[in-house]
Nanobody, 118 residues
Framework: QVQLVESGGGLVQPGGSLRLSCAAS????????MGWYRQAPGKQRELVAT???????RYEDSVKGRFTISRDTAKNTVNLQMNSLKPEDTAVYYC????????????WGQGTQVTVSS
């Protein structure tokens, strides 16, 4: 069982920055694809960014150049640095961990609210 706990959400003005963190229960990065998803009101959950076991990253088109996913293996955390935030980035952000052995096994954090508004 993997536990994920997000932190760092909040209210920010357009153009501002936030850094989200996801604390994982143990050293899982060698066995799990880590990711950040978001879900805005009335919309489906969408993938924002992923980081593989080898450290390769991918981003959803609308966040490329603005968001950066990274991990700290010493602290067992995955981070999402969000810059140049826009009102359309407003959503609940979820951390995820998908097993690289059995890809139907996936864990989620509880989510953290990000609101971009003036």
């Amino acid at each position: 069982q993997v536990q994920l706990v997000e932190s760092g959400g909040g209210l920010v003005q357009p153009g501002g920055s936030l850094r989200l963190s996801c604390a994982a229960s143990g050293s899982i990065f060698s066995r799990y694809l880590m990711g950040w998803y978001r879900q805005a009101p009335g919309k489906q959950r969408e993938l924002v960014a992923t980081i593989t076991t080898g450290g390769s990253t991918r981003y959803e088109d609308s966040v490329k150049g603005r968001f950066t996913i990274s991990r700290d293996t010493a602290k067992n955390t995955v981070n999402l640095q969000m810059n140049s935030l826009k009102p359309e980035d407003t959503a609940v952000y979820y951390c995820s961990a998908r097993s690289t052995v059995i890809d139907t096994i996936m864990y989620w954090g509880q989510g953290t609210q990000v609101t971009v508004s003036s």
